[in-house]
T-cell receptor
Framework: GNSVTQMEGPVTLSEEAFLTINCTYT??????LFWYVQYPGEGLQLLLK?????DKGSNKGFEATYRKETTSFHLEKGSVQVSDSAVYFC??????????FGPGTRLSVLP | DAMVIQNPRYQVTQFGKPVTLSCSQT?????MYWYQQKSSQAPKLLFH???????NEADTPDNFQSRRPNTSFCFLDIRSPGLGDAAMYLC?????????????FGPGTRLTVL
């Protein structure tokens, strides 16, 4: 079946540091890939997405490139801020209605 | 703004006392989902509606039921809440028919069981 694996957290960085959160997936078809962010006490918000191989999703300084050859969709940001502290979920949709979420990675950014 | 609304944001109930959580959407999406989320773990899908067609996940306890009276509204009923049902409950919506489509989430209802 389909699955998503993310790097273990928590990840703690200083402000302005470079961020990478690794995400790899297993899917039977040709999925779309997503990153969601969840701030404390809130629902999930879509951060970015990519729908085919080599697509790059970007938003608010975050980027991720759909790598079919390595089945990966790593999240990066060049300079994190304290306000980026949240839990980040990688997810895929392999057609149809149901998503598969990764376990989430908690990011803490210190001033 | 088009959105997914959940009420209440915080719900306290007693062990065994039925509780209903509500979700409404102004996006006119035909698919609605209910997830359970514990301690910032990944959301766990309980069930979803594709229009009026109800789809239950195999491991969703019978204690959880759902109703969708129209396109805009969906309810989660917990018939006899146990302590293990304390969690964040997330409602989400999407349009069907393509893997391109993201899910739109509401802010969640945090359920406490005393």
């Amino acid at each position: 079946g389909n699955s998503v694996t993310q790097m273990e957290g928590p990840v703690t960085l200083s402000e302005e540091a470079f961020l990478t959160i690794n995400c790899t997936y297993t899917a039977t078809g040709y999925p779309s890939l997503f990153w969601y962010v969840q701030y404390p006490g809130e629902g999930l918000q879509l951060l970015l997405k990519a729908t085919k191989a080599d697509d790059k999703g970007s938003n608010k300084g975050f980027e991720a490139t759909y790598r079919k050859e390595t089945t990966s969709f790593h999240l990066e940001k060049g300079s994190v801020q304290v306000s980026d502290s949240a839990v980040y979920f990688c997810a895929l949709n392999d057609y149809g209605q149901n998503f598969v979420f990764g376990p989430g990675t908690r990011l803490s950014v210190l001033p | 703004d088009a959105m997914v609304i959940q009420n209440p944001r915080y719900q306290v109930t007693q062990f065994g006392k039925p509780v209903t959580l509500s979700c409404s959407q102004t996006l006119n999406h035909n698919v609605m989902y209910w997830y359970q989320q514990k301690s910032s773990q990944a959301p766990k899908l309980l069930f979803h509606y594709y229009d009026k067609d109800f789809n239950n996940e195999a491991d969703t306890p019978d204690n959880f039921q759902s109703r969708r009276p129209n396109t805009s509204f969906c309810f989660l009923d917990i018939r006899s809440p146990g302590l293990g049902d304390a969690a964040m409950y997330l409602c989400a919506t999407s349009t069907s028919g393509s893997s391109y489509n993201e899910q739109f989430f509401g802010p969640g209802t945090r359920l406490t069981v005393l």
